[in-house]
């Protein structure tokens, strides 16, 4: 049976807030109640060892808009986001921290710029109350990669507070620590995005979960999107770009030894250069071939799972006067 669609869904990802959500609680509802829409709250447990699930069973037990997910261990907030997008019902899908350093009472803007047509709005928290060193710096540096990368310009890839179009999220499929690369997957839709300046508020209890240790992996979670971003359907281009220079570069080198040897005639032995260009020459083949291999694997991908290589947002015929969707 399928369940009935709902005007908005709002998911919240927990780990160890416990001292946070029942104030967290009381704002969301205050929020949610003053608009004229149908709504649920998803609270999803990240596999939290203090009382948190309990108070949230408690939350659910007298509120039936409350539904919650409880993961068996904690996997990390990208999943946590991931299985609250799965069940969400919501036309439009926003997320928010439950440390209440987000501000509930953004909402109505988040959700006043999706209406004025586009299909995803960011958090910006210009005015953020953490850490410069431990917190603000590496973001900083962090958002500003990611903007040169991948060519979407946004001032705040971190702030969970994010609203979506279903469309758009359920067409987004999550992994690793990409949760804040969602605005960089989701322009491969051909998305419209939009930036919202939010209130950013200091942590009231408890401790937060990020520290510079994590900055190395975004750094490699970057990398792993400009490659889904640029190449993930084309392979080939850029490890026979590598291949094409590396074995250039190799070749040329062997064929100035070869003059050296041939017309200046001197020796080739016991010089090092010349084993550069037989290891570059070799590095350009295997390059080439890994991305001969992996074009044949993108294709068997793509045929076997039946997966289309666009992304519709509406047609319009004289069938379908207007139907929106995507593939």
């Not at 917190?135 to 705040?156: E, K, M, Q, W, Y």
Request: include cysteine.
């Amino acid at each position: 049976m399928q369940l009935k669609e709902i005007d908005l869904s709002l998911i919240i990802p927990v780990f160890n807030e416990e001292e946070n959500l029942p104030f967290l609680y009381q704002e969301i509802k205050e929020v949610l109640n003053s608009l004229v829409r149908s709504y649920e709250i998803i609270f999803v447990d990240d596999g939290s060892t203090d009382n948190s699930f309990t108070i949230l069973r408690k939350i659910q037990a007298a509120d039936p808009s409350v539904k919650l997910i409880r993961l068996r261990r904690n996997f990390g907030q990208t999943a946590a986001l991931s299985a609250g997008f799965d069940y969400a019902r919501g036309k439009i899908i926003i997320t928010l921290d439950a440390d209440l350093q987000n501000d509930p009472h953004d909402i109505p803007a988040l959700l006043a710029k999706i209406e004025e047509g586009y299909d995803m709005v960011n958090g910006w928290r210009e005015k953020r109350q953490d850490k410069f060193l431990t917190r603000r710096l590496p973001s900083i540096l962090a958002n500003r990669l990611i903007s040169l990368l991948t060519g979407v310009r946004l001032h705040d890839y971190g702030c969970t507070l994010k609203a979506f179009r279903q469309d758009v999220i359920k067409n987004i499929r999550l992994y690793g620590e990409l949760h804040r690369f969602i605005p960089a997957v989701a322009s491969t839709l051909g998305v419209k995005i939009a930036e919202v300046k939010v209130n950013h508020r200091p942590r009231r209890y408890g401790r937060s979960k990020y520290n510079l240790f994590r900055f190395p992996r975004v750094i490699l979670d970057m990398l792993t999107v400009k490659f889904l971003l640029s190449y993930s359907t084309r392979p080939l281009q850029i490890f026979g770009l590598l291949g094409l220079v590396s074995g250039s570069i190799g070749f040329f080198i062997a064929l100035w030894l070869s003059y050296q040897r041939l017309i200046l005639k001197i020796s080739s032995a016991n010089r090092p250069i010349l084993l550069l260009a037989v290891l570059l020459m070799v590095i350009g083949v295997q390059f080439i071939t890994l991305g001969l291999m992996a074009e044949i694997m993108i294709r068997t991908y793509h045929e076997s799972t039946g997966k289309p290589i666009y992304h519709i947002r509406e047609i319009v015929d004289h069938e379908h006067s207007e139907s929106s969707c995507e593939s």
